[in-house]
DNA sequence: ACCCAGGCGGGCG
DNA sequence: CGCCCGCATGGG
């Protein structure tokens, strides 16, 4: 996806503790499919049959950032919900900080933001990290998405990039052609869940239900199980109080809270509700992000 | 060649 | 409840 349109909306806007780089880098849903420049740092994302253009820029006190797009009041307000700008960061450090450990995380990885996506979109992407590797779910999400996603216009009925497919679109979608995606045994998992999300359950709906009511539904999809109903609560609607708890956390957790022990997924859950409530999934990305950025070196696993 | 990945469903005791 | 297994595929 390219800035090629014709015309060209831009806007600055001035936000407080935001730090694009770490918030992209710390494998969020819009991460599976974005494209995101590390060097000029800016991030190119479809939203709504729209391609808009963020950059962080050079900041002296308080970030800035530069939004670009043909539609540039829309692509505003969708910069700022999809980032939760509205959300005081400061207030939520206060409230994690709860040992020097976390506040370190917090201190490295200052401006990390938790992001807001489409639940089905969300769906789609975790169901595809099961038994994944991030590299190789980008993938898989970009070809699925080259395949079955909607054409998105500029001017002059140039095709500037491609819309995330719809669920409809994944519902109809044979298994073999997912598959081809490199998809593997999650394919019949995805057409299950798409044709679920189409034709069974109102995803919008969802939202309006709190935290347990929305996980017990989102367990109902085949496909979904405790993790990715956490992730799609977290990341698709924005309920900060999911922790998702997989082979990364689990090590993470045990390694910095329990010196090396090993404790069930279980155990784990109750142990971040208690102490960071109804915050824990930003806590949850913080020891993530440092888990998957080398923090694991030593005791436990490389990379 | 080798290991393992933002797990899940199903089957068992 | 807990445990164990198979699962498709390719990045590192």
Known sequence: MHINYDSIGYREIGVKHFDLGFTIRSAQPLT??????????????????????????????GRRIGIASKSIDYAVYDVKRRFRLGDRLSSIYGAISTDATMEGLIQNFSGMRITLNDPWETTMCYILSQYNNIPRIRGITKRMIARFGSDIFG?????????????????????????ECGAGFRAKYLVEAADYCTNNIDMARLGKLDYPELKDE???????????????????????????????????????YFRGRKKSIKEIHRFAEDKWGRYAGV???????????GGLEGNGKKK
């Open 32 to 61: 599976f499919y974005a494209d995101y420049d590390r060097v000029s740092r800016t991030l190119v994302y479809p939203s709504d049959g729209k391609i808009i253009n963020l950059r962080e820029l050079e900041s002296g006190r």
């Open 155 to 179: 001017d002059h009925d140039s095709v500037v990039g491609k819309a995330f497919p719809k669920s409809h679109e994944i519902a109809a979608a044979s298994e073999k052609s997912i598959v």
């Open 218 to 256: 989102l367990l109902q999809i085949k496909g979904v199980g405790d993790k990715v109903a956490d992730c799609i609560a977290l990341f698709g609607y924005g309920k900060l109080e999911a922790f998702p708890v997989d082979v990364w956390i689990k090590r993470i957790v045990e390694r910095l």
């Open 283 to 293: 806590a949850q990305q913080y020891l993530f992000f440092h888990g998957i950025s």
